[in-house]
């Protein structure tokens, strides 16, 4: 059964600083990866989303990247800003499936 | 754009009542999820469906039951309320690739 973890679990960094969020999978068969954000008591916001074949995507100040051999995804945010404070999620989808398979989330605080 | 709207943002019953959770997409989407977000652990998938009439069971259906009888709507029923099902709901559906996500409705139980 696929499981999907999410290192750290929280992230508290200065305003303008890059950081990048983990995310590992125990099954290779995948058919894509999904990465969301979540504001408190809010749905979810598809931010990227890569497919097998690809090894990254981008939009803006977000670069999302997959190494399916050995399952792993990051997500790089450049020049963080207050306002990218919330919770982010990993999602896997399984071959042949379109269930997803969610992480626990990395919560982050960007401080000013 | 894409929107997956869900009937109440926030819901309070009480213990044994019969609730409904609505979801409803605008863009003819065949499959539709629904799962529960707990501190945590994360979300589950409680079911879905692939079509009109058709459901299957996720991780976690036990105390739950769904309908879908137009393609545009999916509604999660809690047959008999119980505390445990307090949660975060969220409703979801597929286009192609990417899943769509609604706000959720916040249902706590008393």
């Known amino acids: 059964k696929q499981e999907v973890t999410q290192i750290p679990a929280a992230l508290s960094v200065p305003e303008g600083e890059n950081l990048v969020l983990n995310c590992s999978f125990t099954d290779s068969a995948i058919y894509n990866l999904q990465w969301f954000r979540q504001d408190p008591g809010k749905g979810l916001t598809s931010l990227l989303l890569i497919q097998s074949s690809q090894r990254e995507q981008t939009s803006g100040r977000l670069n999302a990247s997959l190494d399916k051999s050995s399952g792993r995804s990051t997500l790089y945010i450049a020049a963080s800003q207050p306002g990218d404070s919330a919770t982010y999620l990993c999602?896997?989808?399984?071959?042949?499936?379109?269930?997803?398979?969610f992480g626990k989330g990395t919560k982050l605080s960007v401080i000013p | 754009d894409v929107k997956v709207t869900q009937s109440s943002r926030y819901l309070v019953k009480r213990t044994g009542e019969k609730v409904f959770l609505e979801c409803v997409q605008d863009?003819?989407?065949?499959?539709m999820f629904w799962y529960r977000q707990d501190p945590g652990l994360g979300l589950r998938l409680i079911y879905f469906?692939?079509?009109?009439?058709?459901?299957e069971k996720g991780d976690i259906p036990e105390g739950y039951s769904v309908s879908r009888e137009k393609k545009e709507r999916f509604s999660l029923i809690l047959e008999s309320a119980s505390t445990n099902q307090t949660s975060m709901y969220l409703c979801?559906?597929?286009?192609?690739?990417?899943?769509?996500f609604g706000p959720g409705t916040r249902l706590t139980v008393l």
């Open positions: 999602a896997v989808r399984g071959a042949g499936s379109y269930q997803l398979t």
């Open positions: 863009m003819d989407h065949e499959n």
């Open positions: 979801a559906s597929v286009s192609g690739t990417m899943q769509y």
């Open positions: 469906s692939y079509d009109v009439k058709m459901k």
